[in-house]
């Protein structure tokens, strides 16, 4: 039986050189993206109230939002540690302003640790 597995290998192999491939060349290949994929994070501040649904709701504490300003003028700011988020949408469907969204953009990758902390 083990004799046979390198055959089997080999036809397998032989067989799917002349299929097309089940991947693109990225960044070259056209991306043709769901619509319901969850990319990058947006924010907007100018919605927000500041209540901390979104970071009460996200299950790896991935999400930051915090008042710069008073309890008056509001400057909200947010971060996103995207090394941590598991894209699980709950700091979207929490916020009860809608003021977090998912886009379609896929480049979210980096070679510096420091650079997948988002400011939003």
């Given at each position: 039986m083990i004799k046979s597995a390198p055959g089997k290998i080999t036809n397998m192999a032989v067989k799917h050189?002349?299929?097309?491939?089940a991947t693109i060349?990225?960044?070259?290949g056209e991306m043709h993206i769901?619509?319901?994929?969850?990319?990058?994070?947006t924010?907007?501040?100018?919605n927000c109230?500041?209540?901390g649904m979104c970071m009460r709701y996200c299950p790896s504490n991935a999400i930051t939002v915090i008042n710069e300003g008073t309890k008056e003028e509001r400057k909200m700011k947010a971060s996103l540690k995207i090394a941590q988020?598991?894209?699980?949408c709950q700091c979207v469907d929490s916020c009860p302003r809608k003021c977090l969204y998912y886009t379609q953009n896929i480049d979210l990758s980096s070679l510096n640790k420091d650079e997948l902390v988002v400011q939003l």
């Amino acid at each position: 039986m083990i004799k046979s597995a390198p055959g089997k290998i080999t036809n397998m192999a032989v067989k799917h050189f002349f299929k097309k491939p089940a991947t693109i060349s990225y960044p070259k290949g056209e991306m043709h993206i769901a619509g319901n994929y969850r990319g990058k994070l947006t924010y907007d501040p100018t919605n927000c109230n500041g209540c901390g649904m979104c970071m009460r709701y996200c299950p790896s504490n991935a999400i930051t939002v915090i008042n710069e300003g008073t309890k008056e003028e509001r400057k909200m700011k947010a971060s996103l540690k995207i090394a941590q988020c598991i894209f699980c949408c709950q700091c979207v469907d929490s916020c009860p302003r809608k003021c977090l969204y998912y886009t379609q953009n896929i480049d979210l990758s980096s070679l510096n640790k420091d650079e997948l902390v988002v400011q939003l």
